[in-house]
């Protein structure tokens, strides 16, 4: 189906809703564009508010066709925190053997999202996923494929542990403490996008600061980021279960991704029968401004293929 035409006016956003989703579990979201249009579900990466999610970027998809619908994951922004102990020996042991106790796990956050569907009324979304949020769509395709019109995973991977590494230099950062405070979480973030932002699309320093201040006044939780590494670490190999998929889909992965390495998107394509890959040259593990275009023009041409 080729995208409606749009009026130039940016796509109506809604308010910030809430949605219960399962035992003190609630889910903030937001909608953009005309309910009658084709859904699409934007599932966000570790620790990342739905705000990550550029609005610019979601009116993009708006535009070309789509009922938009962005979300806090659990643990995140402003949904719901979960009272479970997180220790970090787990996160060190999870990381070395990919198994360890966990209070949730990559089932339970894909559960989430199909809850979050039933709560809109809807059959049935396109979805659009990025690092973990990758993987919460792949989990959501095999395990409710009903519930999927297309499946985008943008710089992810299929949970197999020889693919989609993390660089070495990033692992002392990824399970060091995280020192309370706006000022310290800012200069962290920063830290962090510094080493695994895109190269070839370098963001502005000052657009990095207020939107990692916003994060924070929005809510982080370092707890909740540990519960979600946990799901991460110790989350199945989905190669089996991705090859049996009957759904467009498309992977984006950036060449320079120093946090999930090109070969998750690379295993992750050729698991799909059909699946498209698109890999970018100098792209990290980010979104830059200046891929919208290419990343709602693929998004479009793969939801069209479900018609």
Request: proline share 7%.
């Given at each position: ?7 130039p ?34 599932v ?25 619908v ?48 039933d ?125 049996s ?28 029968p059909g ?33």
């Amino acid at each position: 189906m080729a995208a409606p035409h749009r009026d130039p006016q940016p796509p109506v956003a809604s308010d910030e809703l809430r949605a219960p989703v399962g035992i003190d579990v609630e889910l903030c979201y937001q909608t953009f564009g005309d309910a009658d249009d084709e859904p699409l579900l934007l599932v966000m990466g570790l620790s990342g508010p739905m705000t990550w999610w550029d609005q610019a970027f979601c009116e993009r998809l708006a535009a070309a066709g789509f009922h938009v619908v962005r979300y806090d994951n659990r643990d995140t922004g402003r949904s719901s925190r979960i009272a479970a102990p997180a220790r970090p020996d787990q996160l060190v042991k999870a990381f070395a053997t990919g198994r360890a106790s966990r209070p949730y796990s990559m089932s339970d956050l894909a559960g989430d999202a199909v809850a979050l569907l039933d709560h809109l009324g809807l059959e049935a979304a396109h979805l659009v996923g990025v690092s973990m949020g990758g993987m919460i769509a792949q989990t959501v395709a095999v395990e409710h494929p009903t519930r999927v019109r297309s499946l985008t995973s943008i710089s992810s991977t299929t949970g197999k542990r020889t693919v989609g590494w993390q660089h070495p230099s990033l692992l002392p950062r990824l399970i060091a403490p995280r020192k309370a405070g706006r000022d310290a979480y800012v200069e962290t973030s920063l830290a962090m996008w510094s080493l695994i932002g895109s190269a070839a699309y370098p963001s502005d320093p000052d657009a990095l600061r207020t939107r990692a201040e916003a994060t924070f006044d929005r809510g982080v939780s370092a707890s909740g980021a540990v519960r979600q590494m946990l799901a991460i670490l110790t989350q199945d190999d989905r190669t089996p279960r991705l090859r049996s998929l009957r759904v467009p889909a498309l992977v984006i992965h950036g060449t320079a991704d120093k946090m999930v390495h090109v070969s998750g998107g690379r295993s992750t394509a050729a698991a799909i029968p059909g699946a498209e890959l698109v890999t970018i040259d100098g792209m990290g593990h980010d979104l830059p401004p200046e891929l919208f275009g290419t990343f709602v023009e693929a998004i479009r041409r793969t939801a069209d293929r479900a018609s």
